[in-house]
C-alpha cells in the first residue's frame, strides 16, 4: 500500500470535480489517466467500466418495466400483442444500434450525423485506454437507452397497430432516427457546441420517444369507439398490479439510468455525485407520487392508482435532464410538478381526442420538455434559450422524421388492423395466443 | 317441478345456500353475471375521464324444487337475500318438465 | 476537496478489517487515520460507497417486492389500494426519511435521539472524506431501511384502512418513530453503548415495524366477517405468483440489505465479509422455506405455498440481526427456527382474533425478536441481557408510540371505511379502478 | 496493452487476457496478486469478489424468471404448485450444494470427482488471497448455477409431478448429479484435461438440466390427455405476462451468468472483456428473439409470443458456451440458430409425445448442444472432437444418472398423483391453496 | 310473462341494452357464455400444434317481461344484436310462472 | 321445443360437445357455474385455518331442440357426462315459446 503514489487520484479526482456531462466524459476520462498513474488509471478504467455494466443492466431491465406497465393497461385481448412488442422492440433495437445507430450517434460525428454502418466492436482482451472505460461497456450503456425510447413508443400506440408496421417503425426510430437527434447532443454536434444541458436524456430520450408517439397517435388515431359519438369511452386497464410492477421496475432501472450517465466512477467526485444523483432521482418519483395522489383525491375525491403510477414515472423523466445539480427542495419541486403535468395533460389528450393509452405522452414528452427546460433553474452552465432550442430541434425533427415514417407505412403495408379484428383483438389474430386463455370475461 | 331462478347480491350467497339447504334444498347452481334494473351503477372517474359502469355485479342462482316446495324456497330466497336496498334482485319461477340425476339416471323428483 | 488529507482513508481501510457493526461505522470511519496512503484511500471511499448505492437498488427494489406480495394476498377487491399504498407509502417514506428521519436518527444523537430537522444533503463534487464514503449513499442506503419499515404494516393491516390515515401513519412512523428507535443504536445512542448488537436490523427495522403493525391490527380490529360467528373465515389471496414473485424479489433486495449493512467493502475482510453475509443471508432463507415446507406436510398433509413464501422471509428476518458471524449450520439453524415461527404463529394469531393479512407479524415481529435473542449464540461480542434489554425497550417505544397514533386517528378522522365500502372493496370506494376489472369473479 | 507499464496489472492483464476458465481462475488470480504490488493486488481481490456477488445475485434472480416463466406457462389449476416447486427448488439446491455439491465440483477432483462432504465455508474476516477473490462470494456464485439446473427440470415435467419426488430429484440432482459432471470441466477434471470448451455453461448447466428434464419427461410420460387419440391437444399457458416477466428476469439474469463467469475484473482486459461478454449475450438473445418472429409468422401466419419468449432463451442458452470471442455478427449467429432451433424442435418434440410443458429442453438442452458444438468456429482453443467428447460424456452420465432416480422414485413412492388429483389439478391436491381462487375459468 | 334469453356477440351488449331501455325493459341479466353453432370458431396454432377452440365468447341475456311487451323485445335484441354475420345469435322465449322483487315483495309484472 | 338444461363436470365438456353434434344438435351454449347437491366440496387449510368450499365448479349448458329430439339429447348429454362418481350433474328440461335466430329471422325449429 504504501508504496503507493499520492497524485494520481487525486489528480483525476479533480479532474472530474465538475460534473461531467455526456460529452465531456472523453476528455474527462482521458485526463484520468494520468500517465503519472497507471494504477489509478487502471483501477479507474474499471470502475468507470463497471458502472456501465451496472446502470446497462439496471436501464435494460427497464425494457421489461415497459412490458408490464403496458401489459397492465391494456386491455386482455391485446396483452400478449403487447408483451410481444416489448421483447420484440427491445430486440430489434439492440441490433439496429449495432447496424447503424452507434455510429451514426457517436463516431465522427459532423455537427448533425455521425458516420454509417455497423459498430466496430471491441476485441478480445482489448481496451482502449484513452477513454477511460471499456468502450463495449458504453456502447452497452448506450443500446439500452436507444431501445428506452422504442419502449415509449409502443405504449401510447397499443391495441390497435399491428406487430409489423410496429417494428419497422422501431427499426427506423433505433436505427436513425434517435441516433441522429442524440449525436447533436451527447455525439458532441452542434446542440451541444451551443451548450445544450440535458444529462440523462430527458429530451434525448424520453421527448424523442414521446414525439415519435404523438406521431403515430395523430396518424393512426384513437382506437375504435374510444371517442365515440362525442363522449370519452373508458378503456380500463386489464390488470393494476402489472402497471404497479412496471412502474417499480421503472423506478429501479432509473437509478442506472441517471446514475451511470455521470459517467464515471474513478474518481471520489465521481462516485459522490452519482450518490447525489440517486437521492434526487429517488426525491423526484416521490414528489410526482404525492402530487398526482393529492391532486386525483381533490380532482376526482378519489385516487386513481394509474395516475399515481404515471406521477412517478413523470417525476423521474423531469430529474433526467439535471439529476445532480438540484438540492433535494429542487429535485421535489422539479419532480412534484411532473406529476402535476401528468394529472392535467392525461385527459386533456382526451379532450383533444388524441389516444395515448398508458399515458406516455405526458409523461415522457411534456415531463421530458419540462425538465429540460428546468435545467437553467439549478445548473448555471446552461441557459434558457439554448435549452429551448434544443426542445425545439430536436422535437421538430423527431416528430417530422417519425410523421413521414407512420404515413409511409399507412400507406403502404397499413398499419391498422380491420375494424373485426380490432374488436376482437390483437391477440387472437396476430399472436394466435391468448393472455389469459383460462379466465372469464365479466 | 319448479326452476327457480334468483338474481342476488354477490355477498348474499353463502346466505342464500344455507338458507336453501335448512328448507330441504338439496341441489342448487350459481353463475356470476352483471346486470342492470332499478340500480344503474355508478359513475367512475379512470385517468380523468368519467364513465357509467351500467351493470352492476350480481350472482344469478338456480335450483330446480318439487312444486309444492317452491312457494316456501322463493320465500327463502327472498328473506336471505334482502337488504332493502335497491338491487336486491328478482326471483323467477318456471316449468320444468323432466329432471335427471347424471350418475344414477334417477328421474325427475327423485333426481333433484 | 482541498481538506483532503491523504492519511485519512488509508486508515479506514484497516480499521474497517474487522467486520463493522452499523453503529461502530461512524466512529470506525472517524478513527481512520493512517500516514500510509491516499489511493487505496480513494479506492475505498469509492467502493464503500458503491457497496452503498448497490444495497440500497437493491433494498429499494424490496419495495416492489412487498407490493407484489401484499397484492397477491389480499382479494381483488382491494388489490388497487393496495398498490396505490405501497407506491405511496414508499414515496412518503423517502420525503419524511429527509424532512426529518435522518437527522432524528444520525445527527449528533443524545443518546436517545438526534436533531430536528431537514437533512442537508452533500452538495455537487463534495465528498467528506472523514466518512469513508459518501454521505449521500449512506442516506439513501439509510432511507430505503426506514421504507422498509413502513411496507411490513400495509401488509397487515390491509382491505381495512382507509388510505389517507394509513399515509398518515407512515408519515409519523418514517419520520418519527422509525427515526427515534434508530438512533438508540445505530445512531450510537444509549442501546448501542449498551452493546446491543443488531447488525442489520431485526429489530431496528423488522420488529418495529412489526410492533406498528401489531398495534394496528388490534386498534382497527379484523377485517369484517373474518372471525364471524366463532370461527375463523377465509379469505383466500388472490394471486399466489404475484405472492411469489414479491418474496423472490424481497431475497433478492435482502442480499442488499444485509450484505451492505457491512458498511464498507474497500478492504480484502469487507468484501470476503459481505460474501459471507451473503452465503448466511440465502441459507437462512433456504431453510425457513424447507422448514415451512416440511411442517405444513406434517400439520396438514398439504404444502400451503403462502407459508413456504413466508418462512422465506422469516428465515430472512431471523439472520438479519447476525448475518455474519454464523457458520453455515448455525445460519440454516437460525434460519429455519424462523420458518418455524411462522407455521406456528399465523394460526395463533388467528386463535387471538389478530387479523394479519400477509403474515407480516409473524415474519417481522416474532421472527425478528428470535434473530435478535439468538445473536449471543454466535457473536460474543453480544449479551442475552443486552439483545432483550434492545428488544423489549424499542419494542415498547414502537408499540407505545404506533398505539397512540393508530388510537388518534381513530378518534379523528376514522381508520376504517364504512362497513358497505367494505364488503365492496376499497378499490370501488377509494381507488375507483378495479385492479382485474375484464375478469369475473367466481 | 503492451504500452502497459504497471507490471502487477499488465501481469494479470495478460494473465486473464484468455478467456479465463474456472479452474484457471484461482492461477490467474494467483498471479494476479503480485508481491510486486499488494494494492492492485487488493483491490483486484475487491473487484473479483465484487463481480461474484452481483453475478450471483443476477444469477439467483434467474430462479424468480424461471418461476415466473413457467407460472404462466401451466395452467391455472397447477400455478401454486409450479410456484412451490420453485421455491423448493431453490432453497433445496442451496443446502444441497453446501452439504455436498461444492466439494464434490471443486475440491481436489481427482479426475472425474471431487471430495465428498459438506464445504468448510470461511469464518468471519478470514481470505484466502491465492484465489484471490473470497471464496464465499465464489462459493455463491457457484450455487445460483447450480440451483438453475434445477430450476430447467421443473418447468419441462409441470403439471403432473408430485412435490415430494421432484424434490428429492432436486437433492440429488444438486447435490451429486449436476457437481460430478461439472467437476469434469470446472473442477479441472478429465474434461477440462482434454480441453473441453464451455464459458458459462451450456453444456454443464443447460444441457444437464435439460437431460435430467429429458430424462423425467419420458420415464414420467405427458400429461394426461396431451396426446390423446393420436392427436396434440393443447393445453394454453394461463398467463402471458407472467411468462414475458420471466423471459425478461431470466435474460437480465444472464448478464451475471455469463459476465461474471469471467471470474475476475480486478484487471483492465478482464473488465474489458466482461464488457464483451454482456454485448454478446445481449446480441444472441436479441437474434434469437427475431428469428423465432419471423419464422413463426412464416409458418403459422401469427407470430406464437411463448416461442418468442423461448427464442430469447435459446439464444442466450447458444451463447453461454463462448459469450467472449464472438464477434457480433457472430453471437448474431450463434443465438439466431438457437431460436431456430426452438421453433423447429418444439412440435418435433410433440411428434415424440414428449411433453415440454415450457420448452425446457429445445431452449436448455438443444441450444446448448449447439452452442457448445459452434465454440471452435470463434474460439481456437477449442476442437470439435473435444466438444462432441464432452456433449456426449456429460450428456450420457446426466440422462442415465437422472433416468435412474426418476425410475427409482417411480417404483418406490410413485411420481404421478392420480388421474383424478391430475385432472382436478395440483394446487387442489398437494398445495391447497388455488392460484387464482377468486376468478372464474371460462 | 315470458322470459326471454338471447345469446348475442359479447361487443353488441352495450346496444342492445340501451336498446331494451328504450323500449321500456326494466332490467336483465347478462352472463358471460362460450357457444357454438353454426359459427364453429377458428383452429389456432399454439407452439406449433394445431388446436380448434370449438367455441366462440358469447354473452348470454335474460330478461323477463309482461306478454304484450315480449315480442317488441325479441324483435329489438334482434335488430340491436344483428351484424348479418354468421354467430350473431339467437333469441328463446319461455313462460315465466311468477316473478317476486326480493326488496319490495312485488310480484309479477309489478315486479319487473 | 326444449331448453335443456345440464350441469356438467367441467373436463367433460369436450365430450359432451362431441357427442350433441354427432346426435344433429346445432348449437348450444355454456357457461362457467358453481355449485352445490350431493358432492359438498371439501374442507382446505389456508394459513392454519380450516373452510370449507362449499361449492364445487361445474359447467352449465344449455341447448334449444326440437321436441322429438330432446329425448335423445338428454340420454347422449347423461351418457357422455356420466362418471359414475358423486357430482356428475344434472338435466333438466323445459319448454320453449319461441326461438329466433337473429341472423336471419328465421324462427322456431329452423332457428335452431
Ligand atoms: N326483468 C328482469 N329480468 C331479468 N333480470 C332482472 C330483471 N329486473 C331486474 N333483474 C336483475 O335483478 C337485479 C336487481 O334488480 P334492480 O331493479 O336493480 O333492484 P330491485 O330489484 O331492488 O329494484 C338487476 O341487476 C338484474 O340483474
Ligand atoms: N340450439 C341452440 N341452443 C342454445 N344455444 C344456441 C343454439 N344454437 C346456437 N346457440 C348459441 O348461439 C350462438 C350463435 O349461433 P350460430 O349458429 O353460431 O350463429 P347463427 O345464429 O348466426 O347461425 C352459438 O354460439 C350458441 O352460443
Ligand atoms: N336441484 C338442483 N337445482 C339446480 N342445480 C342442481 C340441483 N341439484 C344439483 N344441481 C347441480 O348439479 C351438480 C351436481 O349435483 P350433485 O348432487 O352434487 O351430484 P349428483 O347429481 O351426482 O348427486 C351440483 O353441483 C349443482 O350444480
Chains 1, 3, 4 share one sequence.
Not at chain 1, 429517488?282 to 404515471?310: E, F, P, R, S, W
Amino acid at each position: 500500500m504504501n508504496k503507493f503514489t499520492i497524485p494520481a487520484i487525486g489528480f483525476a479526482a479533480l479532474a472530474l470535480a465538475e460534473p461531467a456531462f455526456a460529452q465531456e466524459a472523453a476528455e474527462a476520462a482521458a485526463e484520468a489517466v494520468d500517465p503519472a498513474s497507471v494504477v489509478s488509471g487502471g483501477t479507474a478504467y474499471i470502475l468507470n467500466t463497471l458502472l456501465f455494466m451496472i446502470g446497462g443492466f439496471l436501464v435494460m431491465w427497464m425494457a421489461a418495466g415497459f412490458a408490464m406497465l403496458e401489459a397492465g393497461l391494456v386491455r386482455s385481448k391485446n396483452v400478449s400483442m403487447q408483451c410481444l412488442k416489448n421483447i420484440g422492440l427491445y430486440s430489434t433495437a439492440g441490433i439496429m444500434f449495432w447496424v447503424t445507430g452507434y455510429n451514426l450517434m457517436y463516431t465522427d460525428v459532423a455537427s448533425w450525423i455521425g458516420t454509417f454502418g455497423p459498430y466496430a466492436m471491441q476485441g478480445v482482451g482489448e481496451a482502449d485506454l484513452d477513454t477511460g472505460y471499456s468502450v463495449a461497456s458504453d456502447w452497452f450503456f448506450q443500446m439500452v437507452f436507444c431501445a428506452t425510447t422504442a419502449s415509449i413508443v409502443s405504449g401510447t400506440i397499443a391495441e390497435r397497430v399491428k406487430i409489423w408496421p410496429f417494428l419497422i417503425f422501431v427499426v427506423v426510430l433505433t436505427g436513425f432516427i434517435y441516433p441522429i437527434t442524440g449525436s447533436w447532443e451527447w455525439g458532441a454536434g452542434w446542440l451541444d457546441q451551443r451548450g445544450f444541458s440535458d444529462f440523462a436524456g430527458s429530451t434525448l430520450v424520453h421527448s424523442v420517444g414521446g414525439w415519435a408517439a404523438l406521431a403515430g397517435a395523430l396518424i393512426i388515431g384513437p382506437r375504435l369507439g374510444r371517442y365515440a359519438d362525442g363522449k370519452v369511452n373508458v378503456f380500463p386497464g386489464s390488470s393494476i398490479p402489472l402497471a404497479t410492477l412496471g412502474t417499480f421496475i421503472l423506478w429501479l432501472g432509473w437509478f442506472g439510468f441517471n446514475g451511470a450517465s455521470q459517467l464515471a466512477m474513478g474518481t471520489i467526485t465521481d462516485v459522490s455525485d452519482v450518490s447525489k444523483i440517486f437521492v434526487n432521482t429517488n426525491m423526484a418519483a416521490a414528489a410526482g407520487v404525492v402530487v398526482a395522489i393529492a391532486m386525483t383525491q381533490l380532482l376526482y375525491k378519489k385516487i386513481d392508482i394509474t395516475m399515481a403510477l404515471n406521477g412517478a414515472l413523470a417525476g423521474l423523466v423531469a430529474i433526467t435532464a439535471e439529476p445532480l445539480t438540484p438540492s433535494v427542495p429542487m429535485a421535489l419541486l422539479i419532480g412534484g410538478i411532473g406529476g402535476a403535468i401528468v394529472v392535467f395533460a392525461v385527459p386533456m389528450l382526451d379532450k383533444l381526442k388524441i389516444d395515448d393509452v398508458v399515458g406516455a405522452i405526458p409523461v415522457h414528452l411534456l415531463a421530458g420538455i419540462w425538465g429540460t427546460m428546468i435545467v437553467p433553474l439549478t445548473n448555471s452552465d446552461a441557459t434558457y434559450g439554448v435549452q429551448a432550442l434544443g426542445v425545439v430541434s430536436i422535437g421538430a425533427f423527431a416528430f417530422a422524421a417519425s410523421a413521414v415514417v407512420w404515413f409511409a407505412l399507412k400507406l403502404t403495408i397499413g398499419v391498422r388492423p380491420t375494424e373485426e379484428i380490432e374488436m376482437g383483438g390483437m391477440d387472437h389474430a396476430e399472436v394466435g395466443v391468448e393472455a389469459y386463455p383460462e379466465f372469464a370475461r365479466a | 317441478m319448479k326452476l327457480i331462478i334468483a338474481i342476488i347480491k354477490p355477498f348474499k350467497l353463502d346466505e342464500v345456500r344455507e338458507a336453501l339447504s335448512e328448507v330441504g334444498v338439496q341441489g342448487m347452481t350459481a353463475v356470476e353475471a352483471k346486470g342492470f334494473g332499478r340500480q344503474k351503477g355508478q359513475t367512475e372517474v379512470y385517468r380523468g375521464a368519467e364513465y357509467a359502469t351500467n351493470m352492476v355485479p350480481k350472482i344469478r342462482i338456480e335450483t330446480v324444487v318439487s312444486d309444492d316446495l317452491a312457494p316456501r324456497v322463493v320465500e327463502t330466497i327472498a328473506a336471505a337475500a334482502n337488504t332493502e336496498s335497491i338491487g336486491d334482485g328478482k326471483i323467477f319461477t318456471l316449468d320444468v318438465g323432466a329432471a335427471l340425476r347424471i350418475r344414477t339416471g334417477e328421474t325427475d323428483e327423485t333426481a333433484l
